[in-house]
T-cell receptor, first 113, second 117 residues
Framework: GNSVTQMEGPVTLSEEAFLTINCTYT??????PFWYVQYPGEGLQLLLK?????DKGSNKGFEATYRKETTSFHLEKGSVQVSDSAVYFC????????????FGAGTRLAVHP | GAVVSQHPSWVICKSGTSVKIECRSL??????MFWYRQFPKQSLMLMAT?????????EQGVEKDKFLINHASLTLSTLTVTSAHPEDSSFYIC?????????????FGSGTRLTVV
């Protein structure tokens, strides 16, 4: 079936450290990957997305490149801040339009000063 | 940008009562609404998908008579948890797919924390 696997957390980093959160998927058809972020007690916010192979999504210093050959969409940030502490969800949808999102389990990131 | 307003943000109710959660799209037409629940420190589990004016499609294992979804207009969808029990305590999040001047894609509400006592 279709699924998303992301690295288990929590990930604990010092401020200004480099961040990588791995995400791989199994899917049929033509998946489009997303990264969402959830701050404590809040809903999800779209962080970035990609629509076709080799696309790089970027936002707020975060980047992820959609690698079709490795079925991956790893999230990276060169220098994290305390305010980046949140839960990050990798997700994908299989078709453009109304199809549902399939979420990974989420990775909790804690950044310390 | 697209905004989905979800209310209430938290609610405490007695076992056996019903609770209604509303999601409104403020500046776009929400043609499809997804309802998720999230247990502590876990991922989002899709409960159901509803298209405006149609019956909701429920995921396997979700009781449609317990979780009533109404999507009567392009700007409002509601989830009613009927005869709530403590095991229904969870974080419920809606997500709207809509169109407007640009394709807004998925927009999430801020979530509702339901505690049944």
């Amino acid at each position: 079936g279709n699924s998303v696997t992301q690295m288990e957390g929590p990930v604990t980093l010092s401020e200004e450290a480099f961040l990588t959160i791995n995400c791989t998927y199994t899917a049929t058809g033509y998946p489009s990957p997303f990264w969402y972020v959830q701050y404590p007690g809040e809903g999800l916010q779209l962080l970035l997305k990609a629509t076709k192979a080799d696309d790089k999504g970027s936002n707020k210093g975060f980047e992820a490149t959609y690698r079709k050959e490795t079925t991956s969409f790893h999230l990276e940030k060169g220098s994290v801040q305390v305010s980046d502490s949140a839960v990050y969800f990798c997700a994908l949808t299989l078709l453009s339009g109304y199809n549902k999102l399939i979420f990974g389990a989420g990775t909790r990131l804690a950044v310390h000063p | 940008g697209a905004v989905v307003s979800q209310h209430p943000s938290w609610v405490i109710c007695k076992s056996g009562t019903s609770v209604k959660i509303e999601c409104r799209s403020l500046d776009f037409q929400a043609t499809t609404m997804f309802w998720y629940r999230q247990f502590p420190k876990q991922s989002l589990m899709l409960m159901a998908t509803s298209n405006e004016g149609s019956k909701a499609t429920y995921e396997q294992g979700v009781e449609k008579d317990k979780f009533l979804i109404n999507h009567a207009s392009l700007t409002l969808s509601t989830l009613t948890v009927t005869s709530a029990h403590p095991e229904d305590s969870s974080f419920y999040i809606c997500s709207a797919w809509g169109t407007g001047r640009t394709n807004y894609g998925y927009t999430f509400g801020s979530g509702t924390r339901l505690t049944v006592v």
